[in-house]
């Protein structure tokens, strides 16, 4: 099965501070993409960062990186310096490609708030 | 660039009733669209694939009858709720697949809200 899980329901972080959300994944392709999507309280799905699979440099976005584990099946999101702005849910995701069609996987998400 | 609306993104009707959502691409084509469907406090659930001149593809338990999906053109995809029901009331979602990318990224819509009285 393919498939996101995101263990961490909830999580808060002080203004300032960092912060890491846990995604791992499950798939049997080899090459794939990964993404972090925000949505705040506007419901406006934001896309914050995306990683290839077949790269091996982690991606970064400004206050935004990822530790992109392969062999694990690990992309966990390190938000650095959080702002009140950043309180919203997170998705992790990935394209699954199956007969000849994309489709993003989500995992059921990361309530986020940053504290002042 | 890449900007994706829904319309109307609120809407309230009486059980029985039929709803249609527009989802449009702004400034890009988009051969397929997607729409999700997400319940209070958890996460999007894809619905169907739409693609621009054919019939949609559903997820498995999503009813086709139901759910009527419309892809007239390579800017336009419609959602129809047909016999709404209150259990149908939830936060519907779109996407738009832009094309030419290295990859084919959606860009999403502001959702609608539809409550079925």
């Known amino acids: 099965a393919q498939t996101v899980t995101q263990s961490q329901p909830e999580m808060s972080v002080q203004e300032a501070e960092t912060v890491t959300l846990s995604c791992t994944y499950d798939t049997s392709e080899s090459n794939y993409y990964l993404f972090w999507y925000k949505q705040p309280p506007s419901r406006q799905m934001i896309l914050v960062i995306r990683?290839?699979?077949?790269?091996?440099q982690n991606a970064t976005e400004n206050r935004f990186s990822v530790n992109f584990q392969k062999a694990a099946k690990s992309f966990s999101l390190k938000i650095s310096d959080s702002q009140l702005g950043d309180t919203a849910m997170y998705f992790c995701?990935?394209?699954?490609?199956?007969?000849?069609?994309?489709?993003?996987?989500f995992g059921k998400g990361t309530k986020l708030t940053v504290n002042p | 660039g890449a900007v994706v609306s829904q319309h109307p993104s609120r809407v309230i009707c009486k059980s029985g009733t039929s709803v249609k959502i527009e989802c449009r691409s702004l400034?890009?084509?988009?051969?397929?669209m997607f729409w999700y469907r997400q319940f209070p406090k958890q996460s999007l659930m894809l619905m169907a694939t739409s693609n621009e001149g054919s019939k949609a593809t559903y997820e498995q338990g999503v009813e086709k009858d139901k759910f009527l999906i419309n892809h007239a053109s390579l800017t336009l995809s419609t959602l129809t709720v047909t016999s709404a029901h209150p259990e149908d009331s939830s936060f519907y979602i779109c996407?738009?697949?832009?094309?030419?990318?290295?990859?084919?990224?959606?860009?999403f819509g502001p959702g609608t809200r539809l409550t079925v009285l």
């Open positions: 400034d890009f084509q988009a051969t397929t």
């Open positions: 995701a990935f394209i699954l490609t199956q007969g000849g069609s994309e489709k993003l996987v």
């Open positions: 996407s738009a697949r832009r094309t030419g990318l290295a990859y084919n990224e959606q860009f």
């Open positions: 990683q290839e699979a077949y790269k091996q």
